[in-house]
């Protein structure tokens, strides 16, 4: 084979994985249309409790860690500005409307060590559970930078409703 040959199966070959990669996307974006995160402020009055930057990760099923959802606004990984308030949680990723989770829409929060093809040190992420627009369960998982995962989950767990049962699990969720 001469080597323009190869060039040119080369060339072929990766235009077809391209075209692959951009049908398999096309197909989880139509499967995952359905589901929306709540987008909007904070209610007027709440109180901000804790903030943090870091890293959005990825949204999931509950219980799938490598199983990526294709949310609008949640949909690729970003940086992200976490405020929680007293009334609930507000994402701010780059170049996205804010997403707001209100305290009645969160299942749960603890912390995790794998999430998609991100691993880190063990309880490095935060797993924030919660529910869609159109009813199904997610996790989020997020990555403080300038904080702990720790200190992350334990003020989100503080603003949900008493006796808490969402307590962090020390040991967290890995696949």
Do not use: C, N
């Amino acid at each position: 084979m001469s080597r323009e040959s190869a060039l040119l199966v080369t060339v072929v070959f990766a235009a077809l994985l391209i075209v692959v990669g951009v049908i398999a996307w096309r197909r989880r974006t139509r499967r995952d249309s359905g589901l929306a995160a709540p987008v909007g402020e904070a209610p007027a009055g709440a109180a901000q409790t804790f903030r943090s930057e870091g890293l959005y990760v990825a949204t999931t099923r509950v219980g799938e860690p490598l199983e990526r959802l294709a949310i609008r606004g949640l949909a690729f990984r970003s940086r992200i500005d976490v405020t929680v308030t007293d009334a609930g949680v507000a994402l701010d990723l780059v170049g996205q409307p804010r997403i707001f989770l209100a305290v009645s829409r969160i299942v749960s929060v603890g912390q995790a060590t794998v999430a998609i093809d991100r691993v880190v040190e063990k309880d490095g992420l935060v797993r924030l559970s919660w529910t869609t627009d159109a009813g199904p369960t997610v996790d989020s998982y997020l990555r403080p930078q300038d904080t702990s995962a720790r200190d992350l989950a334990v003020a989100i767990d503080g603003v949900l409703p008493s006796p808490s049962p969402h307590t962090p699990s020390p040991s967290g969720s890995d696949a």
